[in-house]
């Protein structure tokens, strides 16, 4: 499959969008405002240098084998990772693995799924730092600005798919450390009706358990992977249509981790009746 190229300017933007918002600053204030736009402008432009490098040069080899090396055997004996369904994981094309987002350390167990290099979506506040920014984009991640519907940092998963690549994602958007899992957002259905990649739900557990402070403790960790999904490609899927193949992978992914014993979320008839007495003799 051939890709589609993504061209993000120098400033910041992708080709073709529109910039900052214009207007005059009023006199009060006019220092502050225009410090804020500024180091807006910048911290834009660095995380777009970030995207540009993992389009351009992808995983650092040398770098993500070594780590990859040192963190397997790690995982394998300290935290006794099992991994089951690993052979839904494909060696070769698009590949979306959408997973359950507990701890920090999901993308890297995820990572042990595979020997292919995995690409992920990273918090824009790991990237403050230039030196851990460097590390995690040489190991595969880019940047995304949680909660904005980050239009840059999806076309760069795009444009990843589209050559062929593997990107993890997590459709909750954020961490759910306890009990069941999250709703999901509708980009991870975008993504796989823009680009035709097959979708392979992974549930995550025991990653949760792991940390306390800054201590690392020994517990059991085990990944399920299930069956990949195959969606139509569709060029401009409608919300409403994202929302429902999200909703479909969502599901699949919710019965891997209840299969591994992970909390349902209460289904309508288990939900406590709020309603007044009045109201439920009138239904």
Not at 44 to 64: D, I, K, M, Q, S
Request: glycine content about 10%; charged content about 25%.
């Amino acid at each position: 499959m051939e890709p589609h190229p993504v061209v993000i300017e120098r400033g910041g933007h992708v080709a073709g969008a529109d910039g900052l918002p214009a207007g005059r600053l009023s006199s009060v204030g006019d220092t502050t405002q225009s410090d804020a736009l500024s180091s807006s402008a910048v911290s834009t432009h660095r995380l777009n240098e970030f995207r540009e490098r993992a389009l351009a040069r992808g995983v650092n080899p040398v770098l993500y084998r070594l780590t990859r090396a040192v963190l397997l055997p790690f995982f394998l004996l300290y935290f006794r990772l099992e991994r089951i369904g690993r052979e839904h994981v494909s060696g070769s094309g698009p590949v979306l693995l959408a997973a359950n987002h507990r701890s920090f350390l999901d993308p890297f167990v995820i990572g042990a799924l595979t020997r292919r290099p995995v690409y992920y979506m990273a918090k824009r506040e790991l990237f403050e730092r230039r030196l851990k920014a460097w590390l995690l984009n040489s190991l595969g991640a880019f940047p995304v600005d949680r909660g904005s519907g980050d239009e840059h940092a999806m076309a760069t998963a795009r444009t990843i798919l589209e050559r062929g690549g593997c990107v993890v994602i997590f459709p909750e958007g954020t961490r759910v450390r306890h009990g069941p899992l999250g709703h999901p957002h509708r980009g991870v259905g975008r993504l796989a009706l823009q680009t035709g990649a097959r979708v392979v739900p992974v549930a995550v557990m025991g990653t949760e358990d792991v940390r306390r402070g800054w201590r690392i403790r020994p517990h059991k960790v085990t990944l399920r992977c299930g069956r990949p999904l195959g969606f139509p490609i569709a060029e401009h899927p409608s919300p409403s249509i994202a929302l429902g193949v999200a909703e479909r992978i969502w599901a699949c992914v919710s019965f891997q981790w209840e299969w591994l014993g992970g909390a349902s979320a209460a289904r309508p008839e288990e939900l406590p009746d709020r309603r007044s007495p009045r109201q439920a003799r009138a239904a």
